[in-house]
């Protein structure tokens, strides 16, 4: 059985964060979704796996007092840029969220992006929530979402397939396309990307690939409740409905034990 993990199957992807934000920049649900429990709840507030700061920096302006923790270094670099622009004085950690201790304790701790999927074993899962629980403050939440493993996406296509299309920090026309397979065992599947676009002295690709584990419901509630979390509410999307087996997300809201 393949071996994945973090560093090598999911941070790649992660190294151009001008275009990052370029191509999945814009509004979202669930910023609103995380900005709304952040104003319900009150800071200090903790992102995990906080990116180039698209729901950060929203959260920030609304003066809730903010950290962002990545271990990315492009993604932090570009958030220091974005949040230095607009004068905010967020914090910005270089930090894995597999064993961080800050000495602190957050009455919010959020991760969004579905970024849960990035920790692609059972170890690095543990590992990760251990982390956040050491750091939530009693009555505190722990929030998080991930994709709910529905059948049409735990399939393999190893014919390319459109993605998307964006216009990249050069001015360039970038087609993205796709392939993906799904290694049953572990869980996991593997999006191979390739982006290209013409420049004046000729074609241009970029290939990369990323790894996510999928989580089924049962096996998420047993997770959180066996590292000492309760989970008061579960929604299925961004507008709180139930969880079925239609839902696009699991959306999380946990409580410590």
Same mark, same amino acid.
Request: with cysteine; glycine share 8%.
């Given at each position: ?10 941070? =790649? ?63 932090? /670099? @570009?958030?220091?840029?974005?949040? /230095? $622009? ?24 959020? +991760? ?13 899962? &543990?590992? +990760? ?9 009693? =009555? ?11 059948? $049409? ?10 993605? +998307? ?12 396309? $796709? ?16 982006? &290209? ?30 590292? =000492?979390?309760?989970?008061?509410? @579960? ?19 946990? /409580?410590?034990?």
């Amino acid at each position: 059985m393949p071996h994945y993990t973090l560093e090598q199957d999911y941070l =790649g992807e992660f190294n151009d964060a001008v275009n990052y934000d370029l191509e999945v920049g814009g509004d979202n649900p669930s910023h609103h979704f995380y900005a709304a429990l952040a104003k319900e709840i009150g800071g200090p507030v903790l992102e995990v796996g906080c990116g180039s700061g698209l729901v950060a920096i929203p959260l920030a302006l609304q003066g809730i007092p903010l950290t962002g923790l990545d271990i990315a270094p492009a993604m932090l /670099a @570009q958030a220091r840029h974005k949040s /230095a $622009e607009l004068g905010l004085s967020v914090r910005w950690l270089d930090g894995d969220a597999r064993n961080f201790s800050l000495g602190e304790k957050f009455n919010l701790i959020y +991760m969004t992006g579905n970024a849960f999927q990035a920790f692609l074993n059972n170890a690095d899962q &543990r590992a +990760m929530l251990q982390a956040v629980r050491r750091h939530l403050a009693e =009555g505190g939440v722990w929030a998080f979402e991930t994709r709910n493993p529905l059948w $049409e996406d735990l399939t393999t296509d190893l014919n390319e397939t459109e993605w +998307m299309t964006y216009t990249n920090d050069q001015g360039f026309s970038v087609r993205i396309t $796709e392939t993906r397979e799904y290694d049953h065992v572990a869980q996991v599947l593997v999006y191979r990307l390739f982006r &290209r676009w013409q420049e004046p002295d000729g074609p241009k690709e970029r290939r990369t690939h990323i790894a996510i584990r999928y989580t089924f419901p049962q096996e998420l509630i047993a997770l959180l409740e066996n590292n =000492g979390f309760r989970i008061p509410h @579960q929604y299925g999307n961004w507008d709180k409905s139930p969880l079925t087996k239609a839902s696009p997300s699991i959306i999380s809201i946990c /409580a410590l034990a």
